[in-house]
């Protein structure tokens, strides 16, 4: 299939019992949610928004998330502190940074800090898509989790 094709999951193809992907974001404007959820909705995703900080280490007690992305302002103390909260368990969330001022020298930072990418604001389609499912599967593999089967996956992609 064309891995450029990143149509939702049909509901036939779904193993009984499976949850959607969950995703939590923190810190993103409510245009930039209106966008995402757009975007990864229709992608079996299942989002999770927080307004900050706390809100979003609230969120991800008891849950098992594949990807966290992080407006680079988000209050509550930032980015660099919720992945210092979060680099103890062993199930983590990639977390996927995301800014207006995306840069090679922000791009650097979060890679070196241990991050799972750096996403431009406004979002753009195919980047959101691709980025999020690599993080998934990525996340995925490190933790050896599964709720998706791979070949519902692969059907998406």
Known sequence: MDSQNFGPIPAAERQRGEEEIQVVTAGLLS????????????????????????????????????????????????????????????DAPNLIVCSKLADERLWAEVLNLGCYDLLS????????????????????????????????VMHAW
Do not use: Y
């Open 31 to 90: 245009a930039e949610m209106q966008s995402l959820r757009k975007l990864l909705e229709p992608h079996q995703w299942n989002i999770h928004e927080a307004a900050d900080c706390v809100d979003a280490l609230r969120i991800l007690e008891g849950r098992q998330v594949a990807v966290l992305m992080v407006r680079d302002d988000v209050p509550g103390g930032g980015w660099k502190q919720l992945r210092d909260q979060l680099c103890h368990r062993t």
């Open 121 to 152: 604001l406004p979002f753009e389609a195919s980047e959101v898509v691709r980025i999020a499912h690599l993080g998934w599967l990525s996340w995925k593999h490190a933790t050896g989790l599964t709720h998706h089967s791979a070949s519902a």
